[in-house]
């Protein structure tokens, strides 16, 4: 079993819906959690954070985390054709100074007009 | 500012040859980290370098595989008798040492071996 697991989609929705992304986790020691986009050909590109458990919002974008659960989600209200891209999750515990990323396989998303 | 930038973009080579692959970070971020991605996967880390010298290189997949960073700035991996199951995007990203220690990501390198 995968440390972090996430369904790979692919996803379609039209504009305009909300959309709900979410990632499982099976290590108790993680504790920064991250979502990335990541466009085709292109690096990812870190989208939210959250430390430990609890919600935050930027936008239209939400990330929630409960870690009781071991479950971390993202939300996108009113979706645009430019959010067609591939979200990935990762995380990472809060060890000293090693802070490689744990990733998910990313769910491919796309946006219809 | 400039951002983490990689080259090659695009590297196509035969099997059992050597290559490298090179990543200049954001100035002044101390710590680099190397990452493979294969289609349709996350990226899967091999090595982190904080300053000159490798804290964590547990995910290198075997001996061929061999990076380095002598200044604490440009690094560099090396891929010793390529493998086709070598072939993957090669991400690089660094961040600052301080603080939440965001990962910015270069474009990768797409390695390809025949």
């Known amino acids: 079993q995968k440390e972090v697991e996430q369904d790979p989609g692919p996803l379609s929705v039209p504009e305009g819906a909300i959309v709900s992304l979410n990632c499982t986790y099976s290590?108790?020691?993680?504790?920064?959690f991250m979502w990335y986009r990541q466009y085709s050909r292109k690096g990812p590109e870190l989208l939210m954070y959250t430390y430990s458990s609890g919600n935050k919002e930027d936008g239209r974008f939400t990330a929630q985390v409960d870690k009781s659960s071991k479950y971390i989600s993202l939300f996108i209200r009113d979706s645009q054709p430019s959010d067609s891209a591939t979200y990935l999750c990762a995380m990472r515990a809060d060890a000293g100074n090693n802070r490689k990323l744990i990733w998910g396989l990313g769910t491919s998303l796309a946006v219809n007009p | 500012g400039a951002g983490v930038s990689q080259t090659p973009s695009n590297k196509v080579t035969e099997k059992g040859k050597y290559v490298e692959l090179r990543c200049d970070p954001i100035?002044?971020?101390?710590?680099l980290y190397w990452y493979r991605q294969s289609l349709g996967q996350g990226p899967e880390f091999l090595i982190y370098f904080q300053g000159t010298g490798a804290a964590d290189d547990s995910g290198l997949p075997n001996d061929r595989f061999f990076a380095v960073r002598p200044e604490g700035s440009v690094s560099t991996l090396k891929i010793q008798r390529t493998e086709r199951g070598d072939s993957a995007v090669y991400l690089c990203a660094s961040s600052r040492t301080s603080g939440y220690n965001e990962q910015f990501f270069g474009p990768g390198t797409r390695l390809t071996v025949l």
């Open positions: 100035s002044g971020h101390t710590a």
């Open positions: 290590n108790s020691a993680f504790q920064y």
